[in-house]
């Protein structure tokens, strides 16, 4: 017996540390698969400005094209400005009418004062002086915020960019008609980009706003750092759903293996290495650090 074990030391001692490796390989394994929350299903995400005119108007100028980034302020298109110049020119000469109608009947609201004062002037008549000039100054006053408006539309003329961000999905044209209200520009927000992380709702209990993160995107070498920083606070329930007469409809199958449901986690990127560019649907792997 102990002739064996010296011949075959070697071969006990090798299959000694092979076990001892895989059962500490095992348990890195079970750690980071299980004890660690970690998600394959992650998206990249980031917030959407939809840029509509306050004003309508034919396009005189498109300055921008596709995926291209634009700073905040910077002019995106222009609408033809001469109708709403006209206007500016229009309001300018009504509140310069009503500024003179306003001189008149204050100067003849103080001249009626001093007729009533002598005895020469009713005191209804002087009155009715000092509430016409009184009603010339809202008139003026309603000119002058006219006149402000036409110079706010003439500057809305020039659509800017509200955000750093990329012109995506560009289809505008010079000679296009702009509609108030209507979105012609869609700019990706450049400050927004995150990644949500669609973790089971058994690994939440395990998942607190701070923790740091791995994110690996696809297609890219190398991962990303973030950190945890909110839990979404709801999901869509399909039996919530209402038939044509208001009635709930309620699935007539209930699996008795019962699936965990999967919970947005809002994570920051806390920085972006150079090289490396971001869009909006790329798909993400997250996993928490373990301290």
């Known amino acids: ?140 006053r309603s000119a002058e915020v006219a006149l402000d408006v036409a110079k706010l539309n003439l500057k809305r003329t020039a659509v800017r960019a509200p955000v750093d961000g990329y012109v995506t999905n560009l289809h505008l044209r010079k000679g296009d008609y702009a509609v108030t209200g209507d979105a012609t520009v869609t700019l990706v927000d450049a400050g927004s980009f995150r990644v949500t992380g669609y973790f089971r709702e058994t690994q939440l209990a395990r998942i607190k706003p701070g923790d740091p993160v791995r994110i690996g995107l696809m297609g890219v070498s190398g991962e990303l750092q973030g950190h945890v920083e909110s839990f979404g606070r709801g999901i869509a329930n399909s039996n919530a759903a209402s038939d044509d007469l208001g009635l709930p409809l309620v699935e007539p199958v209930f699996s008795w293996v019962r699936l965990a449901q999967r919970i947005p986690v809002r994570i920051a990127i806390d920085g972006v290495p150079s090289g490396i560019e971001l869009a909006a649907g790329m798909t993400a792997s997250v996993s928490l650090v373990t301290r």
């Open 1 to 140: 017996m102990i002739y064996w074990m010296r011949r075959h030391a070697g071969g006990v001692a090798l299959t000694t540390v092979l076990a001892v490796c895989a059962l500490l390989l095992g348990h890195n394994l079970w750690k980071y698969y299980v004890d660690a929350p970690w998600t394959r299903d992650g998206r990249v995400t980031a917030d959407v400005v939809r840029i509509a005119p306050e004003i309508s108007g034919t396009i005189s100028a498109v300055h921008v094209i596709e995926n291209q980034f634009v700073h905040e302020g910077d002019i995106l298109f222009q609408i033809s400005p001469e109708r709403f110049q006209l206007a500016v020119e229009a309001a300018q000469a009504d509140l310069d009418s009503a500024l003179e109608a306003m001189k008149l009947d204050i100067s003849t609201a103080e001249r009626n004062t001093k007729l009533e004062e002598k005895g020469s002037l009713s005191a209804e008549a002087a009155e009715r002086s000092q509430r016409e000039a009184a009603a010339a100054r809202a008139e003026a």
